[in-house]
């Protein structure tokens, strides 16, 4: 019997029991070890075939008591019948079995995405405490009496540094919920990768000094062409720089190459850092992903600019890959990406109905309802030489531009009441400013669909909060000599 209580071990169909094999289950220990084992969606059928006895058949033992019972010599048709319904039983057990095991497999990578999550949270809490405590201190500096020119320098380079990683941080996440949910943009063009390369290294190279890392750049002296775009390929080589600079500890070394593969570009930055063990080389690039090992010493990010550099590379029909030996070996990352014909479109910045004229001294409408925002960026335009104007919502804007020659218009477009895609659009249909009139649409939403709307509404430009100061100087400024 030990072939028997091995098949119910290894997982049976069903069991058929002559009066023998009765006889023998029911006082069988094992058997009944193997029976009280099972899972709790499984009920082994068992067909049982008891010796009869005077007065017809014996009590079956408990062990045996869901079993169907057959007379000692059945006929060979209900034989038949009765294990293909156990086997139908069983089956079904089995669909049940599956359920389960998905319903199981479901809860733990929802408790595993939650936990992730959580712990993103709270460094994401912990990341923008970071600056804010920076911001208030500065603040203090700048609003101090005491304070001597080079603090005051001081306290201005500070706040540009923690608004800008802040920016960087809210960036970077709404990026990776734009891929997602399949709606990044790729404004894309025909570009040479060596000034990506470029670009991606500048970004990073105050993090490479931080830490004192080495960094070595290696790119062909030939010209590598590509068509794609390259704010999204600088970001996707700066997330791979600063990746390996943060989990490579001090005086690490950090290479980075560019070279041609046949039809494909591919990209490769290798650190001496902390390396990733096997079985989490593809992980890396979930969300919100952290090895345990890392995180002490990463001492900062978010786990989610490996998720952006695979969403943006994905994006443009290439592949990235990480490679380890191994806890404290090192990485390698290398992106490839597929070469292409010129002639690759791109989306530039939104564009009026007419060439505006060069300006270097301005009438600028300025409006916003963020009464700190407002008075900020106004001091900083009259500081340019500008005359500003100021409104704190829609009304105001439409009321100051009816009565006033303006040259830009600078408009927070989630205005309440009237918001500043229905100011531009009442501007422009009614002819209270010319075409020449630059209007420039001022917000936090970032997508496709609010340029779009933007270029609709009537504006000349779109740009993002927290305003990037030189881009909305060179608007002013453009083309002016």
Known sequence: MAELISALETGAAAVVLTSEGAEWAATSRSFAAVLGAQPDWSDLPLIVMPRLARGGPRRLPDVLASAVLLPSVPHEEALLTAVQGA????????RVADHLARISRANHELSDTVHAKDESLAMLAHELRNPLSALQTASRLLGSDKATPMTLNLASDVVGRQVAQMARLLDDLLDVTRIRLNRLELRKEYCEMALIVRSAVEATQPLMDAKAHTLSVEVPEQKIEIVADPARLSQVISNLLANSARYTEPSGRIELRLWQ????????????????PPESLNAVFGMFAQLPAARPRAKAGLGIGLALVRGIVELHGGTVRAFSEGENRGSVFTVRLPTAAPGGTQTTALAGASAPAPLSSSNILLADDDADAREVLAALLRIEGHNVHLAKNGAEALKIASERSLDVLILDVAMPGMSGYEVAR??????????????????GWTRAADRSDALEAGFNHHLKKPVDVEALKKLLSAQSS
């Open 426 to 443: 009442h501007l422009r249909a009614n002819g209270l400013v010319s075409q020449s009139t630059r209007l420039i649409a001022l917000t």
């Open 261 to 276: 593969d046949g039809p494909e570009v591919a990209i490769e930055v290798r650190d001496n850092g902390i390396g990733i």
């Open 87 to 94: 086997l139908r039983r069983r089956q079904r057990q089995y």
